[in-house]
């Protein structure tokens, strides 16, 4: 019998049409049937998984095309017991036409976790057919099932302190961890703490002493943009009494204090020299920096770099004229407070979110101001970006939850096409305000794609500022605007323009972001492997971040970077990835040219292929 969900809007005849609906989708991937399972699809629909069922994170735009795929990956996969998920939101209605639930089956190499979004519609099987699936690993069969059921800790002898403890088990001086994670700022202990509920062995090196360190050295005036509420890190969440937005230094310490509460392997003060892949053993060489100077080798089947999206080496553009100028030049990483420029004439190079908080710092310290900007930007009042993360905090809405929908619907043509939307009405909404930018000298755009901040955001993580203060400052003239293009050179006391006019200054802040993280991994793994990674974050064609959380070109080496939300996720399905590698759950996959994965043979424990004999 088919129920019409259009007529079923309570709570339990929806859930009844989602049963049918799932039971029709297990059915039809049990052929697999691609007639039958196109029935449970709109025209127009989506698939994304997230190693789930291709052991990759991919997304498939269009029936046909997602069919094709389906079929393919359910060969091997064979997703079976499509069921209600207990721990995520009922099935429910998200507008009159439209409806939401989790599901979660089974595969041949452990369990994973479905989410649609349905249209209503009466000849879909339960009267429902799917705009976006989205599949996701949950678990690799073999892993460690993390228990509390414990007292105090395992002593390795009679005796032994639990600090004792602590500093053996996290030493490795006569084992290997399975993984190095280099960079143990916040998404390298995200990574640390999802390897150790897998019971995947590991050490987080970072030259940093503390893991807030590097949260603590951006200026004084940084606080998080993101909210409170969806910041929260995996087990360990933020005190109630945190305010809504942290500032950096609660960041830091909230960072610091995860660490140790989740008592992750970090080794500080530690830096990564350098890592030669073994090809033999499929083993990486590791050469470390450990405090007071001395060398330590580590050989980890697996290395994850977590160093940042933008890397973190200040970019300083070429800007004709600057050696002669007399006054002070810094990075905006050296920058700490406008308090030391009060009364200085200062200029600040770059509008994005760093050019414009500390431009507003030293105006509000009373600085004299002027922000240069070297290309249009995208402007939205911080409000705006608070309407995307609307889940997090919402009743009855877990982070696990609101993580699991926000990655789900990430589907590039989805993405673009609420961006351009959003943007058209933020056009309209904040014309006065636009307008007076414009009138202060600041070029806007809505970004090349009409997409505005969101989609520079995905795409370059830069060009945009979410207004938290500077934009009334410059529109009532308290920052001074200066287009680059305007300039003709530094000189001694200043800024000479092309009209002739000389802005005096006496400091200069260059807000000009980083050099990409690719030039770490350079000096890191040498350019033959740098080189093979190939680009690294953006978006590729394919919707997908590039080299982001999924197998790259190069075998047992993982990246993870991006704000907050994305490691937080991220981590879980790149943590998964490598257990199911490290069980054997999954031969080793490499990416190959064309995008595709290649698997090597498997090596037995005397770290031999098993296919060579
Ligand atoms: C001004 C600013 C504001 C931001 N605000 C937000 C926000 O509100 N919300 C949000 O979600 N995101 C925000 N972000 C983006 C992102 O969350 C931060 O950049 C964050 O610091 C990224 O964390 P990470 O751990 O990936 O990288 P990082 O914090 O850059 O940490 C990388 C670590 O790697 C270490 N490292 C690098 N190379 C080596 C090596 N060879 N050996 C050992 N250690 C090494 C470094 O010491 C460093 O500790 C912001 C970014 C900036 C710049």
């Not at 414009?356 to 710092?361: E, M, R, V």
């Amino acid at each position: 019998m088919t129920t019409t969900a259009s007529t079923s809007t309570d709570s339990s005849r929806l859930a009844h049409s989602v049963e049918e609906w799932a039971n029709c989708l297990d059915e039809a991937l049990a052929g697999p049937n691609a007639d039958q399972l196109r029935e449970l699809f709109l025209e127009d629909s989506y698939w994304r998984d997230l190693a789930s069922l291709t052991w990759d994170v991919r997304q498939f735009w269009g029936r046909e095309p997602l069919l094709a795929h389906l079929v393919e990956h359910a060969k091997v996969a064979t997703p079976t017991g499509f069921t209600l998920q207990a721990d995520r939101s009922a099935p429910h209605l998200v507008d009159e036409q439209t409806c939401e639930f989790y599901l979660t089956y089974r595969t041949a190499t452990g369990t994973g976790s479905a989410f649609v979004h349905a249209v209503l519609d009466p000849e879909g099987p339960g009267g429902l057919r799917a705009q976006v699936l989205a599949t996701t690993i949950t678990s690799v069969d073999g892993q460690a099932v993390p228990s509390t059921q414990r007292r105090g800790y395992t002593a390795a002898r009679p005796g032994q302190t639990w600090h004792q403890h602590r500093r053996e088990s996290q030493g490795f001086e006569d084992t290997e961890p399975d993984v190095l994670v280099i960079g143990g700022g916040q998404t390298g202990l995200i990574m640390a703490s999802r390897l150790e509920r897998l019971g995947v062995t590991y050490v987080v090196a970072d030259r940093n002493p503390l893991p807030g360190d590097g949260w603590r050295s951006r200026y004084d005036s940084l606080a998080l943009h993101t909210p409170t509420v969806a910041n929260n890190l995996p087990h360990v969440h933020q005190p109630e009494t945190f305010p809504s937005f942290v500032s950096k230094d609660e960041w830091g310490n909230y960072l610091d204090a995860y660490a140790t509460f989740m008592n992750l392997n970090r080794w500080g003060g530690t830096e990564v020299v350098s890592a030669v892949f073994d090809e033999t053993d499929r083993r990486w060489d590791v050469t470390l920096s450990v405090p007071g100077g001395a060398t330590r080798i580590l050989r980890p089947a697996h290395v994850v770099t977590a160093v940042g999206y933008t890397g973190t080496e200040p970019y300083i553009p070429d800007l004709p004229g600057l050696d002669d100028f007399a006054g002070q030049v810094m990075h905006s990483s050296e920058f700490v407070s406008g308090s030391a420029f009060a009364g200085q004439r200062v200029l600040v190079v770059g509008t994005g979110t760093s050019g414009h908080d500390i431009a507003l710092d030293l105006s509000d310290h009373g600085a004299q101001t002027h922000l240069a900007q070297r290309g249009p930007t995208c402007v939205v009042p911080i409000e705006e970006a608070e309407r995307y993360n609307l889940d997090y905090g919402a009743p009855g809405m877990s982070v696990e939850e609101a993580d699991q929908r926000r990655n789900s619907m990430f589907i590039l043509p989805l993405v673009e096409e609420k961006a351009r939307a959003e943007t058209q009405r933020t056009e309209r909404e904040y014309a006065e305000m636009y307008d007076g930018l414009r009138r202060a000298g600041m070029t806007l755009t809505t970004g090349e794609d009409g997409g505005g901040w969101v989609l520079r955001l995905v795409k370059s993580f830069s060009g945009y500022y979410l207004d938290v203060g500077a934009s009334a400052a410059i529109i009532d003239g308290r920052i001074a605007m200066v287009q680059m293009a305007d300039v003709d050179r530094w000189v001694e006391h200043g800024l000479r323009l092309r009209d002739g006019t000389v802005i005096e200054l006496d400091a200069v802040v260059l807000s000009t972001g980083y050099r990409n993280v690719r030039h770490s991994l350079e000096r890191i793994f040498g350019s033959e492997v740098a080189g093979r990674v190939g680009d690294i974050g953006g978006v590729a064609e394919n919707g997908e971040h590039r080299n982001m959380a999924r197998p790259t070109r190069q075998p047992h080496l993982w990246l993870l970077f991006g704000g907050i939300m994305d490691a937080r996720k991220m981590s879980e399905v790149l943590a998964l990835q490598i257990a199911g590698q490290i069980l054997g759950a999954t031969p080793t996959l490499v990416r190959d040219d064309r995008d595709e994965l290649i698997s090597l043979p498997p090596l037995d424990a005397a770290g031999e292929e098993v296919a060579a004999r």
